[in-house]
Structures are given as C-alpha cells and as structure tokens.
C-alpha cells in the first residue's frame, strides 16, 4: 500500500478517508486537520492564551504537542484524582511531557483542594464518572478564569463525540444535544470559551500519532471507567464503523451541520453567584458545592470514617470535626 500523498510506502490506513500515509504525511495530515478545525470553527488565535486539560491520556498529550508545535500560547492543567496507582502514573506522565517540552503546567490536587474521587463515590454512592464529572468541571472553571485564560481546550476526540451523541439521542437528552458543539460560548462572565479541536480525529489516528510523536502516555483506561455506559456506545460504534467506514465521522458532522440547530435549550433562570464558592450556579448553592457538603456529611456519620483519616489526608477539611 502506497502513501496517498506521496506516494511512499504507507504506514497507517485510514479507510474512514480512503486513504494512507506513510510516517512524514500522517503527521503532517494530523497537524492540518487540528489546524483546520480550529480556524473553521473559531476556536482561538495564536494570540490568546489556551488552558488545555491533560490527564496523561493519548489525546489530550496529543492535542497539547500539536498547539506546542504550531506556536499556540498554551499552559497545561492537571487534576489528581486521588484514583491510587492510576492517577500517580498519569500525573508523571504529564509532568514528563511539561518538562521535556519547557511548557507551564498547573498540577491540583484533589485530595488537598476537594476530595478524592474514590472517596466522593464512596460517601455519596453515585458512580465514580458522574462525581469525577462534576468535580472535574468546576475546577476546569474555576482554574481557567483565575488564569487569565481565553479558552479551555479538551482532548475528546471524534469517538468520545460520537459516543456522547448516540447515548444524548437514544434518551433524547434536549438539554445535552443543544449544547453538543465543538465550541460552547460562556454563558457566564465566570466561565470561559470551552473548545474541543480533535472532534474530527479518532481515537486510532490520535493514537497513532501519540505513537509517531514517542509520547509516553498512559496507556490503561481509568479503573472506575470500566463499566461506564461510553464505552458501550463505543463498542457498539466500532462495530458499525468496521462495517461502514466513516460512519462515525458522518454521524457527528450531519447532527452538527443539519440537527444541532433544531435543538434549543430550556429557557431558564440566568446563574447566580453561589453562596459557597461563588462560581455560577442556577440555586444558592453550586452542584460541586453540594457534593462537597454531601460528602462531608455522610462521611462524617459513617461508622468507617476513621479508617479514611489516614495520615495522607489528615489535614484535608473533610478530616476535621465539624458542627454539621
């Protein structure tokens, strides 16, 4: 098989595209396709400053070594989930990537600014993803703003969008379609613009051009990932891609380009401050602040709590009594 641009032997097929590359041109290739997704979306210019979320994973490592590469002004932002060897291997992963890359990286803590998320799935018996989502975002806020940032810009690639969209259709989640953009403007001034350049990418091509690129990122999924309901829709899309290439490209880009539009937002209450935090919230109190009080409260009533204030933790707020 020969390269379809020049016409070298090819290493890596893309019959999604009906193409093939050899080494030189798949790069080449991957960097256009970030770069034009950004221009035709609007995403940011070289003169903003860009946040990029980075959990040591293939693509969001991928993301960051291509706007690294293409002069964009970046800094990186990693979030300890306190998830035991997974997160201590990502977060060194991220910090290898900074320093061989002379890049600014903001590492926080969740044990020491939250807490853990293996701890606020324990104590509020919701589903590690759903807490590690909530709590993910508001520091992705909170940390984007208190920066001086234009824009936060995330690694999901076209699988992640595609397998999103298809669980938001079978519920028919209004709410969600109307906001499933590859670019959602602040509704806020505590919010920035929220960006997502890889939507148009696989997780195979951003693989292999992790691989390309000798990126050392972590390879293992999240532990608490393995029963999520994405990979199922996953695994369902693959099926159907190995089938009918370019199914998965084409199911994103006509719901953006012919459904995306039809779909409208509840009208709603704008946000307020909340009374907690003060990042926005649609009540006195944010969702994250909620979940915060939740956990402190049944972690303080449950009969096991002293077997959680390990030394590590003993200095944590959720570690001290209160009146509550």
Known sequence: MKCTR????????????HSAFCRTCFLSYFCRQVERTITKEQMFTRDER??????????SLALWDVLIAQGYQTEGLYLDLGIGEYSSL?????????????????IVALAEEAVPIPLAAQFTRRAPCAACGKIKRHFFDRYAKEGGFAVLATGHNLDDEAARLLGNVLHWQIEHLAREKPVLHPTHPQFVRKVRPLYRLSE????????LRGIDYVIDECPNSRSASQLFYKDILNRIEAHMPGTKLTFVQEFLHSAQPLF??????????CESCGMPAFAAICSFCR????VERKAMRSKNWGAVKTEENADHPLSQPTDS
Request: proline residues 8%; aromatic residues 6%.
């Open 6 to 17: 020049c016409r070298a032997r090819a290493e890596i097929n893309l019959p999604s595209h």
């Open 264 to 273: 409208v937002a509840p009208d709603g209450s704008p946000p307020q401050a």
């Open 204 to 211: 195979f091509e951003t693989a292999a051009y992790a691989f």
């Open 291 to 294: 979940l915060m009080r939740e």
């Open 50 to 59: 860009v946040l990029v979320a980075v959990s040591g994973g293939k693509d």
């Open 90 to 106: 990502s977060r060194k992963k991220v910090e290898h990537f900074a320093r061989l890359h002379e890049v600014p990286l903001r």
